[in-house]
């Protein structure tokens, strides 16, 4: 499953943002690649009916997504949840102890490498324009502007994964019986090269492993629910 977009300080600010989410669609659609191509690759392994094969796929396309929406809402209402409260937190803070909350700004900032002085009074500038942005940056790591909207999150996480979905879900439906496997596993295996390797840049990792990685998993998940459809199928069940 993806991982939900952090703030990555490596890139820090908007770019950084944007980056993550490109990261976790990607991501996104990765999941419903592998495993809609898992679930239409082992029953094409029991059955050659097309409205079959149609009924999986369409039902894992729409349980995924919708499972992924769902899990991605939750987090991040959650994660949304405890930065609001940390926000009233701070807001209250600096409303009952003002000369408190200017000697902490004043230390955090020292202990990013300013000197006593000018920490002291960069902390007197930025809590005279905007007291609370600033603890919020500074002391929480939270940009207050740019709280993540849980239902853009799970609108995000349902779209990348029906992307990906569609996929295998199109290379079993539309060729003739004898092609259906042949050119699901193909079309897979190379879409997994192209997100195992934009999300591997997209995470500033070299590609070459995060590539392999990524097939071997498509593969083996394939592999194993061929098997295992093959072996019901010929079982009759
Ligand atoms: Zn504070």
Redesign the pocket.
């Known amino acids: 499953m993806t991982e939900p977009p952090t703030h990555d300080e490596a890139h820090g600010g908007a770019l950084g943002e944007r980056l993550n989410w490109l990261r976790a669609a990607v991501l996104g659609a990765n999941d419903g690649i592998v495993s809609t191509a898992g679930l239409v690759v082992g029953v094409a392994g029991a059955t050659t009916d097309r409205s079959a094969l149609l009924t999986a796929g369409l039902a894992g396309l729409l349980a995924g997504s919708m499972s992924m929406a769902a899990g991605e809402y939750v987090s991040v209402s959650t994660q949304r949840d405890s930065e609001k409260a940390a926000l009233a937190l701070?807001r209250r803070?600096?409303r009952e102890q003002p000369e408190a909350?200017l000697a902490?700004?004043t230390e955090l900032l020292e202990g990013r490498g300013l000197s006593r002085e000018v920490a002291r009074e960069a902390a007197v500038q930025l809590t005279a324009r905007d007291a609370l942005r600033a603890?919020a940056r500074v002391?929480l790591g939270i940009d207050p502007d740019a709280l993540t909207n849980p239902w853009h999150a799970a609108w995000a996480s349902f779209l990348a994964f029906t992307a990906g979905a569609l996929l295998p879900l199109l290379a079993m439906v539309l060729p003739p019986a004898g092609w259906r496997v042949p050119v699901t596993v193909v079309s897979v295996l190379v879409a997994l090269v192209f997100t195992g390797w934009t999300s591997a840049r997209l995470g500033a990792a070299k590609p070459g492993r995060a590539v392999l990685r990524n097939v071997g998993g498509g593969a083996l998940a394939m592999g194993v629910t061929y098997v295992a459809g093959t072996l019901l199928g010929a079982a009759g069940a």
């Open positions: 701070e803070e600096l909350e902490e700004l603890h002391e």
